[in-house]
């Protein structure tokens, strides 16, 4: 009839979330990224298949190493720049986070394999020939007195610190996290990035950047050559929290003294797939080298062992850069320098997907090389 009103039907439209970036992987690298993405604006989702900085980040030893005798060439700017932005990097995590990441600058004791360091060698890396006695006084006496000993100058950090401050600062800046649900595969829509799907559920970006370290190639649409590269270690109690100061690396072994006591023991380096399991006979093997460097450590306590799957690359370089495919990143690879490298692969990273040069040149790291 005129003058009424008829019944009416409501509907509810679903809003689906999307991102503008998701960011596969919650290691040091994926999280360092998620924040340099979050300081520029973007909304950001990490999507990691356990737990946050429990894989690889979390197994590292933490040794900033930057020097040429070790390190590849093509990656030696990239770990230069990045050593120098640690103790801004390591600060302002701290600052946010409220956590300490125990950040230690007393350098490293170099004790060469049989073939001796030239002198052209040893001013091109910047080592300075010391007498152990005087800067290390607890090391075997004998060692290294064929070819010598060396003072590098160069820091370490404790990675699980550093990977918990890093989770944390993440979340206060507002990046969102979906842990324990590994993704499948990368979504596209019309040839373009559209987001990504787990085993669970799928969520959607314009921009989905491949952190996921050894399991990088574990999923399409493109195949990284990555490979788990398996290192075992152990951590000691010092008798004395000043019983080392320095950094050691020998063939034998590395130990990495914590400011609380701790000493770290590593590290293997073993084709095993993704078998993390520890061997009692290797980690005793690492438990007398160490007692072999120093021997007032011989009733120092065993407190853990552990191992870690590093990303392996064929030519041992980092994979960064955009690919293929419209919206789709990569940043994986990094080997044993992952954690060394976070503040410079954050940053050029993030520079890409903000649409601007980054102020290295990534054609050594392309993933189209592969």
């Known amino acids: 009839m005129p003058g009424m009103v008829g019944p009416t039907t409501s509907f509810t439209i679903a809003v689906v979330k999307t991102w503008d970036v998701i960011v596969i992987g919650g290691g040091i690298i994926g999280l360092s990224l998620s924040i340099a993405l979050r300081k520029r604006g973007a909304t950001v989702l990490v999507v990691e298949r356990g737990e946050p900085g429990r894989e690889a980040s979390y197994a590292a030893g933490g040794m900033l190493v930057d020097c040429p005798l070790e390190t590849p060439r093509p990656m030696q700017a990239l770990a230069s720049a990045s050593a120098k932005m640690y103790p801004e990097f390591a600060h302002e995590l701290e600052l946010e986070s409220g956590m300490k990441v125990d950040l230690r600058d007393f350098g490293t004791i170099l004790i060469p394999t049989n073939e001796p360091i030239s002198t052209p060698q040893s001013k091109a890396a910047n080592l300075e020939r010391i007498d152990p006695e005087q800067d290390e006084p607890e090391l075997q006496k004998s060692l290294g007195s064929e070819n010598g000993i060396f003072y590098l100058k160069e820091r370490s950090v404790d990675p699980k610190a550093l990977t918990a401050a890093a989770f944390k600062t993440?979340?206060?800046?507002?990046?969102?996290?979906?842990?324990?649900?590994?993704?499948?595969?990368?979504?596209?829509?019309?040839?373009?990035?559209?987001?990504?799907?787990?085993?669970?559920?799928?969520?959607?970006?314009?921009?989905?950047?491949?952190?996921?370290?050894?399991?990088?190639?574990?999923?399409?649409?493109?195949?990284?050559?990555?490979?788990?590269?398996?290192?075992?270690?152990?951590?000691?109690?010092?008798?004395?929290?000043?019983?080392?100061?320095?950094?050691?690396?020998?063939?034998?072994?590395?130990?990495?003294p914590r400011s609380d006591g701790r000493l770290l023991v590593g590290a293997t380096v073993e084709e095993a797939?993704?078998?993390?399991?520890?061997?009692?006979?290797?980690?005793?093997?690492?438990?007398?080298?160490?007692?072999?460097?120093?021997?007032?450590?011989?009733?120092?306590?065993?407190?853990?062992?552990?191992?870690?799957?590093?990303?392996?690359?064929?030519?041992?370089?980092?994979?960064?850069?955009?690919?293929?495919?419209?919206?789709?990143?990569?940043?994986?690879?990094?080997?044993?320098?992952?954690?060394?490298?976070?503040?410079?692969?954050?940053?050029?990273?993030?520079?890409?997907?903000?649409?601007?040069?980054?102020?290295?040149?990534?054609?050594?790291?392309?993933?189209?090389?592969?």
């Open 170 to 256: 993440a979340k206060s800046r507002g990046v969102d996290f979906s842990s324990g649900d590994p993704v499948t595969g990368v979504d596209l829509t019309d040839n373009k990035i559209s987001g990504v799907t787990t085993t669970k559920t799928s969520f959607r970006a314009s921009k989905v950047v491949n952190c996921a370290g050894a399991w990088s190639g574990q999923f399409g649409p493109c195949k990284f050559p990555t490979r788990p590269v398996k290192g075992q270690m152990l951590c000691l109690a010092m008798p004395s929290r000043t019983l080392l100061k320095h950094v050691i690396r020998s063939p034998q072994a590395y130990l990495i």
């Open 273 to 370: 797939g993704f078998d993390k399991r520890t061997v009692p006979s290797t980690i005793q093997r690492l438990h007398q080298a160490a007692l072999k460097l120093v021997p007032k450590l011989t009733d120092a306590k065993i407190l853990e062992d552990w191992a870690g799957l590093r990303p392996g690359t064929p030519d041992a370089l980092p994979i960064l850069g955009a690919t293929a495919m419209h919206g789709y990143y990569v940043a994986t690879g990094h080997f044993r320098d992952g954690i060394l490298l976070a503040p410079i692969t954050s940053h050029v990273m993030a520079d890409l997907i903000d649409g601007r040069e980054p102020q290295f040149d990534l054609a050594p790291f392309s993933p189209s090389r592969f």
